[in-house]
């Protein structure tokens, strides 16, 4: 059962924007954390940004000031905007969800399958 779908990835130039989406399910977006990670070729995965049931967000230092995450409650999808674009920032986008410690992928309990940005230099 997909419980997490990404979508809004693409290819984009350095400087560029893009969108990202993440429908969920309604039982798992109204009870937890919803966050956004992405993994580099190569990397680990690395923690983006997340936002609190409460509206509370918290950003990575490489994206702060780039990267705007958001939720709308009534329709169960997370949202990141992304703008200012450098070929650093690509990678497999990943939509997560859980109530555990939003900075250690470990605490999340739901992964939807990724969407990938590119940035062409």
């Known amino acids: 059962q997909v419980q997490l779908v990404e979508s809004g990835g693409g290819l984009v130039q350095t400087g560029g924007s893009l969108r990202l989406s993440c429908a969920a399910s309604r039982s798992i977006f109204s009870t937890n954390n919803m966050g956004w990670y992405r993994q580099a070729p190569g990397k680990e995965r690395e923690f983006v940004a997340v936002?609190?049931?409460?509206?509370?967000?918290y950003y990575a230092d490489s994206v702060k000031g780039r990267f705007t995450v958001s939720r709308d409650n009534a329709k169960n999808t997370l949202y990141l905007q992304m703008k200012s674009l450098t070929p650093e920032d690509t990678a497999m986008y990943y939509c997560?969800?859980?109530?555990?410690?939003?900075?250690?992928?470990?605490?999340?309990?739901?992964w939807g399958q990724g969407t990938q940005v590119t940035v062409s230099s």
């Open positions: 936002i609190g049931r409460g509206g509370t967000t």
């Open positions: 997560a969800a859980g109530r555990g410690y939003v900075f250690e992928d470990k605490g999340y309990d739901y």
